[in-house]
């Protein structure tokens, strides 16, 4: 069986290859990518100023996707969490949170994820199966076509959605290549144009691939930190028996990071396991010389998994010591938790492994 190429993997270079492939001319690539990284665009016949030969040409060899939500669910307090169903028995969620006239949204990398980090819900499940561009892609376009609909179309697309964070299912320097190159189509200018300010990557810790984040593409950077000692780390995140505490944040120090931008670092409250002021001093000497910012995560209680939350109070003492340590530090409460769309949450039901 010939399968055909979906247009929505490719960069503007590999669309300008494979345009060039087929004997079309490369000059016309820009026309059909601005066509490809618009909301709406389901079919070649709506490239209208792209020669109809040309469009002929392509709809032979090719196809264009596109994500519809199987449920989109709004939570009391506005965020609203979309439900992708994708082929081979994948699922994914995405959440889109506005904030002071803001949107944020947050996107999945993996249906699923194979790091196994005992708090979360997306990692019990484990991996289903990696996204390609298009699936990382085709969240965002979803999601701004969801928001053209619901009447805010005075706006272009591409200012509708204010950051973009990779902070949904699975563990995106996983999916390192796909990643990259759905990277490098949202922020190419002749598409949604998303500005490397925009996009923040947030990772486990997978040391060698956050070097290459660096090398490859210049965006944001937040790490999963959660321990800053190795036994703690490592009985709670597997990944840090491969990569520990120091080389992730050696890794961290030489991350060039957008201008002015700090990497995040976040750190989940977890009651009596890491959450003493000794951690938090602990924290605060090991982050020493990196500009950062950090974010507390209290812990999001879910049934399956048996962590508790800390006490308010406990979390502020927390804060404190970090803060009077020079750090801003900020407790992130979770929003959608009344629709599951809250940090380590997101578990679709619908993966099969
Ligand atoms: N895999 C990447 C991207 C996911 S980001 C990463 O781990 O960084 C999702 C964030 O939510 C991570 O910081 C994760 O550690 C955190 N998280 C997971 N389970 C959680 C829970 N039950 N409560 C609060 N935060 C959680
Ligand atoms: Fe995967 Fe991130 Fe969850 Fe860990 S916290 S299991 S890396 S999604």
Not at 28 to 54: C, H, N, Y
Not at 149 to 177: C, H, K, Q
Request: with cysteine; glycine share 8%; charged share 25%.
């Amino acid at each position: 069986m010939n399968v055909k190429t979906d247009l929505r993997d490719l960069t503007y270079s590999r669309l300008t290859e494979y345009m060039e492939g087929l004997g079309l001319p490369a000059s016309r690539a820009r026309f059909v990518f601005a066509w490809l990284q618009r909301p709406g665009t389901r079919d070649f016949s709506q490239m209208v100023d792209v020669k109809k030969e040309i469009r002929a040409a392509l709809a032979e060899h090719s196809v264009i996707s596109h994500l519809v939500p199987a449920a989109v669910e709004k939570s009391r307090d506005g965020t609203v969490k979309f439900a992708f169903s994708l082929d081979q028995g994948a699922a994914v969620e995405s959440v889109l949170i506005p904030e002071k006239g803001r949107h944020t949204l947050c996107v999945s990398s993996q249906a699923g994820c194979a790091m196994g980090c005992r708090f979360c819900l997306t990692g019990a499940m484990g991996l289903c199966r990696n996204l390609r561009p298009g699936e990382i892609v085709g969240q965002v376009l979803a999601v701004l076509e969801y928001m053209m609909g619901a009447g805010v179309v005075r706006t272009p697309p591409r200012e509708l959605i204010n950051n973009l964070v990779f902070m949904g299912m699975g563990e995106p320097l996983a999916n390192y290549d796909n990643l990259i190159a759905a990277l490098r189509i949202l922020m190419d200018e002749r598409g949604l144009e998303f500005t490397e300010r925009r996009i923040t990557v947030s990772t486990c810790g997978i040391v060698p691939r956050i070097s290459d984040l660096g090398r490859d593409v210049r965006v944001n950077l937040a790490v999963s930190l959660h321990a800053a000692d190795d036994e703690t780390r490592s009985r709670l995140m597997p990944v840090n028996r491969a990569y520990g505490v120091d080389d992730l944040l050696d890794a961290c120090r030489s991350f060039p990071l957008p201008g002015k931008k700090v990497i995040l670092f976040e750190y989940i409250l977890l009651k009596g396991i890491n959450d003493a002021a000794g951690d938090a001093r602990r924290l605060a000497e090991k982050l020493q010389g990196i500009p950062c910012r950090i974010n507390l995560l209290p812990y999001n209680v879910t049934q399956s998994l048996h962590y508790q939350c800390p006490g308010e109070e406990h979390i502020l003492q927390f804060q404190k010591i970090l803060r009077d340590a020079g750090y801003r530090t900020f407790i992130r409460s979770s929003r959608g938790a009344d629709i599951s769309a809250a940090c380590g949450q997101l578990a679709s039901t619908g993966n099969k492994r």
